[in-house]
């Protein structure tokens, strides 16, 4: 029978992975077998033997790690593209997870990010219907949330520490496709790299971005990776490639069936000298880590933010006989001291995907000293000796806490409802001619716009309009957080997203950070390796 076809191809996969193979390829295959049989021949109800294989799929790969996942033949073709068809959608990476739709990130610059929705939310109702406990698959989400550019779509949303659901409503748009969101002079010798994701075309990209800015006399160098969920391990080695000499090793891999495969720097790097920071935090991932871990092994430059997510597992894809998959984790990643990022999963998937929530409980947004680790995880790195953890992710040189100061209630209503880029987008469709006839380049346009107030003004007038009531309170906390946003959106619809974060950054702490450590005398204090 085709059921008993697959989970027996499922068992010889597995039994190359763990020990007592021959077992598995014989006793358990037999065991399986009888009790399909069994239920076939006596059960008091009709079954279906591909439901009772793929349920007991899911089970097993459900007790070996968090990032080990079937994929059934019909939702293959889609596990690596973008959330909706011809990238237009809501711009989101998502996992189905206790039949909840979470999301993993929202895709930089895209609808979804736009409205203010984050990792770790859980999209509960879709237009006022519960999407949540109903057997959800991938192809649901898509037909639910995929759609025409200008079409807009109303999301229920359950967010960490917060009751009662958040209401959001995105306008579906193109997704973007570009992995280097901004590349400028964030002062007269220092460049900023804002990188979201690692694809197979971020390496140009990035390469780009160094040429331009070295034209431009860049001496130091700021690479952003807050929010890099990760991506292709080549691209991450690439990176690496471009900061660090060459003949260095960047990562290894080994599993228990799995050899150790070293990762090696191979070409001259454009930007091998300067003093580099690398911006981290809870959002970055996986090829993130990778970079950052390197960076800080070799004492290469400043990691500076908070502690990244900790996913340093491999995962490989094995065909099954029916055209279906699963992705099975067959390696750990290492930094070049000997760091395991991967954080523990001992208590399974549920505790796994709570990490967010714990660390925010626990204080660690806000507290560096609330991140308690063993001695047992401590490294050296591999030129001055400085103390490093592994075990759960790359821990900052320099830790940068989450600033909620400005945050307020309006602030949140107004950009979960999308006022904010709806207000920009009409301001624009009245303005942009005069705005680009008086500022020809973003520099000028930074320093001498002039409009804030009653632009502001304007804003509140249109929320009001749109019911979120005028609180005065709450805008006073709030009122450089939108005025730098508000400025920020018409800068990049009159340039680029480079444009955006040369205003946006502005409220960067992380950014702010980096620029003042790279002016000071930490990096020669360190003994960091940048001349």
């Known amino acids: 029978m085709k059921a008993l076809k697959k989970i027996f191809a499922l068992l010889l996969i597995l039994s190359s992975q763990i020990s007592f193979s021959q077992y598995i390829q014989s006793d358990a295959s037999k065991k399986f077998d009888a009790l399909l049989q069994y239920i076939e021949y006596a059960y008091v109800d009709s079954t279906d033997d591909n439901k009772l294989v793929e349920d007991a799929i899911v089970a097993v790969l459900k007790e070996l790690d968090p990032h080990s996942v079937y994929i059934p033949k019909e939702e293959l073709k889609k596990m690596n593209e973008p959330l909706v068809g011809n990238f237009e959608g809501v711009g989101i990476q998502f996992n189905i997870f206790h039949d909840t739709l979470i999301v993993v990130s929202p895709i930089s610059g895209g609808p979804s990010e736009k409205v203010g929705l984050k990792a770790g939310d859980k999209i509960i109702e879709v237009d006022g219907e519960n999407i949540a406990g109903i057997g959800l698959q991938n192809s649901d989400v898509q037909k639910k949330l995929r759609g025409k550019k200008g079409t807009k779509v109303n999301v229920g949303i359950k967010r960490r520490n917060t009751v009662d659901l958040l209401k959001f409503t995105i306008t579906r748009d193109k997704i973007p496709i570009f992995s280097v969101d901004a590349s400028y002079m964030a002062t007269p010798d220092i460049g900023y790299i804002k990188v979201n994701r690692f694809a197979k075309n971020t390496i140009i990209e990035f390469r780009e971005g160094l040429t331009k800015l070295q034209e431009q006399n860049m001496k130091h160098l700021i690479i952003d990776l807050r929010g890099n969920g990760g991506g292709y391990l080549k691209t991450a080695i690439q990176m690496v490639d471009e900061v660090i000499g060459d003949k260095k090793l960047v990562v290894y891999t080994e599993g228990n ?275």
């Not at 290492?334 to 208590?347: A, E, F, K, L, V």
């Not at 005025?483 to 950054?505: G, P």
């Open 257 to 531: 069936k799995a050899p150790k495969q070293e990762y090696y720097t191979t070409d001259k790097g454009r930007f091998e000298k300067g003093k580099l920071v690398v911006l981290i935090d809870e959002g970055s991932a996986s090829a993130s880590e990778i970079v950052s871990g390197a960076v800080q092994d070799y004492d290469r430059g400043l990691i500076i933010g908070r502690r990244s997510f900790g996913k340093g597992l491999v995962q490989k894809p094995f065909s099954l006989p029916d055209a279906s998959a699963i992705r099975l984790t067959v390696a750990r990643y290492h930094t070049p001291s000997g760091r395991c990022i991967q954080r523990p999963y001992s208590d399974g998937k549920e505790e796994y995907y709570k990490e967010f929530s714990r660390r925010f409980e626990n204080g660690e947004y806000m507290n560096e000293d609330s991140i308690s680790l063993p001695d047992s995880l401590k490294f050296e790195t591999l030129n001055s000796q400085r103390t490093v953890y592994g075990g759960g992710g790359i821990m900052p040189d320099i830790f940068v806490p989450i600033d909620t100061s400005m945050s307020s209630l309006y602030f949140g209503k107004v950009n979960r409802k999308g006022l904010i880029n709806e207000f920009i987008l009409t301001y624009m469709d009245n303005h942009r001619k005069e705005l680009e006839a008086k500022y020809d380049n973003i520099s000028k346009f930074k320093s001498s716009f002039n409009a804030e107030e009653e632009l502001l003004n304007d804003f509140i007038e249109f929320a009001t309009k749109n019911e979120v009531e005028k609180d005065e309170e709450q805008i006073n906390t709030s009122k450089k957080l939108i005025l730098v946003r508000l400025k920020a959106l018409v800068a990049r619809n009159l340039w680029d997203t480079s444009a955006f974060f040369q205003i946006a950054n502005d409220l960067n702490d992380s950014y702010l950070k980096a620029i003042e450590e790279i002016n000071s005398n930490t990096f020669k204090k360190e003994k960091l390796v940048y001349k």
